[in-house]
């Protein structure tokens, strides 16, 4: 099987050197040109070099996730970048040493090479580093626009420069040109653990990874049964957690195919609320409860903010869009993962998950089409549970 290659787009800056900065970001499929993942990010008050550094490793960093085993090509505006991270030029600054030193240790020597580009060709990054320095002296955190897997058709049919204009247009609404057939996430929850029933915070953090109930075990076989019966399933993938491989596991027999194990939705790591109540956590720490159900920014002590969450299922999403276009996957994942994807489909505020009811095993299902519009066919469907 050969290599897989990706580029990097990269680019960053800052408001008053030093001042205000941020990177932007984006990885490209080398073959087909189309956007895997893109990110803008603020990093508080850096220099342009800083941020140009930081841009490198999130791209990097972004491409070991998709295939660890990767070639890459890094490309960035940044003649020192470039020059320093091909071992022409000294990097005499400690901030950079430290930098270059992370940017090395994600690829082995010899699997990333760095290319200049003129700024123009870098648009696409330089405009998700303005928009994060944007959202940031608004107080906001940056939000992609549309979905990266979005830009496969523009990124096969255009030049480069023709996508970094189009990606700044909003997906459009409504009606329009058929679009052929979308790639379908049908999202199961998995079935219930022994902390199900007395509704306790289990996410992925304190050690614990519960397995499935004997009526959680049940319900994952007739969801599995549901599924079979409909035929249209192509490929499984699941959260690495016990109780959703537990489920993705019966469903794979079924259908006769394998599991396809993905990091980025696996649950929430609640930290030092896991295991507990509602009422427990309440109890004991209440101001950070209230700051938690206030914004996604805030975290549980020792845990993940859903801003993080909503980070990596992003980018979970995409991977499985570039990987079966057009296809019908089931992802066996949990809670939060299905509310952040319904969420980001009806481009809602995350203050909407809260007003979202999830049953175990459970199925969701979205279409995903290729312009970045997404269509809600199916929430919370448990009729296969009846008895």
């Not at 295939?67 to 400690?94: C, F, N, T, Y």
């Not at 953090?205 to 109930?213: A, I, M, R, V």
Request: glycine share 8%.
């Amino acid at each position: 099987m050969s290599t897989r290659r990706f580029i990097v787009e990269a680019d960053g800056g800052s408001r008053g050197n030093p001042g205000p900065a941020a990177f932007g970001a984006l990885v490209r499929d080398a073959e087909s040109g189309e956007v895997l993942w893109e990110r803008g990010e603020s990093i508080g008050v850096a220099t342009n070099n800083v941020a140009e550094y930081r841009g490198v490793l999130a791209g990097l960093s972004a491409v070991r996730d998709l295939d660890p085993d990767a070639r890459v090509e890094v490309r960035a505006d940044s003649k020192l970048v470039v020059e320093q991270m091909s071992g022409r030029w000294k990097i005499k600054h400690a901030d950079m040493q430290d930098l270059a030193a992370q940017v090395r240790a994600v690829f082995p020597a010899g699997r990333v090479t760095y290319t200049w580009v003129p700024r123009e060709k870098n648009k696409y990054a330089d405009r998700l580093a303005n928009e994060a320095m944007d959202a940031a002296a608004q107080g906001r955190q940056w939000e992609p626009k549309q979905s990266a897997a979005a830009t496969s058709a523009a990124a096969a049919a255009e030049s480069p420069e023709d996508i970094a204009d189009a990606k700044s247009v909003p997906p459009p609404a409504g009606w329009g040109p058929d679009l052929g057939t979308p790639t379908t996430l049908v999202l199961l929850r998995h079935g219930e653990t022994a902390l199900t029933p007395q509704k306790r915070f289990s996410g992925s953090g304190g050690g614990t990874d519960p397995e499935l109930s004997e009526h959680g075990l049940w319900q994952a076989e007739r969801a599995a049964e549901f599924l079979a019966s409909r035929g249209t399933v192509q490929a499984v993938i699941s959260s690495p957690l016990t109780r959703c491989r537990q489920t993705a596991d019966a469903a794979a027999r079924r259908l006769g195919l394998q599991v396809r194990v993905e990091e980025g939705f696996r649950e929430t790591d609640f930290g030092a609320w896991e295991g507990l109540t509602f009422g427990e956590v309440r109890d004991r720490w209440p101001d950070e409860l209230a700051a938690w159900l206030d914004s996604p920014d805030a975290a549980p002590p020792g845990g993940e903010s859903f801003t993080e969450v909503t980070r990596r299922v992003a980018v979970a999403r995409d991977k499985v869009l570039a990987r079966h276009p057009a296809k019908t996957v089931l992802v066996v994942t949990h809670v939060t993962p299905i509310k952040t994807l319904v969420r980001l489909a009806l481009d809602a505020p995350a203050q909407s998950m809260f007003r979202m009811e999830l049953s175990a095993a459970a199925i969701t299902s979205i279409n995903w089409w290729a312009d970045g519009n997404a269509s809600l066919r199916v929430f919370n469907e448990t009729s296969h549970l009846r008895p």
